[in-house]
DNA sequence: CTGGCGCTTGAACCTTGGTTCAAGTCAAGT
DNA sequence: ACTTGACTTGAACCAAGGTTCAAGCGCCAG
């Protein structure tokens, strides 16, 4: 059995967050001895699969639904999944777009980057896609 | 000239996070005419940097630093460039993997996924990158 | 018996990026 | 003159995800 130190050891998640994810009820409160948290082997999973969830985008909110649905009812859980799935490659999409407009930051021969019709463009679709109704033109 | 709240519709940001922007010092102080901000088309293309620079994942504080810089010291507004390029192609690989474990979450036929081998790995890889030290066994 | 380490708790605090509110000002329309 | 609508301010509030702290307990070594 290990106690919070040595799980906070063995996974590289702070013991603080492992109490604070307990008090979240995003892990099952821990069998005690002596008052103290003693943790099996499966704990070391459970921990990591929370920050593997978090990896992915689900805010800690989400993952307690996630976990109390896993067994529960399935249909629903893979309809969280998928969803979550669409977010993730949405945060794909605009990252590879950041990722260039930084690239070309660098190129840029423009002495202000504001007067680059490139970085103009990049602005121009993001408000577009972002509720602009007025100025259009 | 447009007032604030023009400005707010045509770039798709509210009104209250433009004057939370000039408060931080992330936009020059508007002119004023009997006391409300006035803004020229320019302040449009100032905004949308804004906006693309956090897309790119800078917080307004580094937002600050690379404004300040931008005219005054290329060299060193390059190296902030090249820095967030680096974070940007890391959190583009773990947005990565994060999407393939989902999707493999919706395949996997094991019918508890911290049984899944593939899991585990990926537990596994994630705890030795972050900062683990005992029980490596 | 005394240290000291590691654990316990709840509560307070932190950071980031804003939003909301109360109370008041300004300009235009009728 | 009065109303209306958009604007002004500082201060308070919010959400997420933790971290830090004070005060105290359990247990082992010397």
Redesign the interface.
């Known amino acids: 059995m290990l106690t919070i130190g040595?799980l906070a050891?063995?996974?590289?998640v702070p013991t603080s967050t492992i109490r604070f994810w307990e008090r979240r009820d995003l892990l099952v409160p821990a069998a005690r001895s002596g008052g103290q948290r003693r943790y099996t082997e499966?704990a070391?999973?459970?921990v990591?699969?929370l920050?593997?969830c978090q990896?992915?985008?689900f805010t800690l909110t989400e993952i307690r639904q996630v976990l109390a649905q896993?067994?529960a009812d399935p249909t629903r859980w893979?309809e969280l999944?998928?969803a979550?799935?669409v977010d993730?490659?949405t945060?794909?999409r605009?990252?590879?777009?950041?990722?260039d407009?930084?690239?070309h930051?660098?190129e840029c021969t423009h002495d202000?980057?504001?007067k680059c019709p490139r970085?103009?463009a990049?602005?121009?679709n993001?408000?577009t896609a972002?509720?602009?109704?007025?100025?259009a033109g």
């Open positions: 040595q050891t063995a996974s590289g499966d070391l999973a459970q990591g699969l920050r593997l990896d992915a985008g896993r067994a893979r999944v998928e979550k799935m993730v490659a945060s794909l605009k990252l590879r777009k950041a990722y407009l930084l690239s930051a660098l202000d980057i504001v970085f103009q990049a602005v121009e993001r408000a972002t509720g602009r109704t007025a100025l």
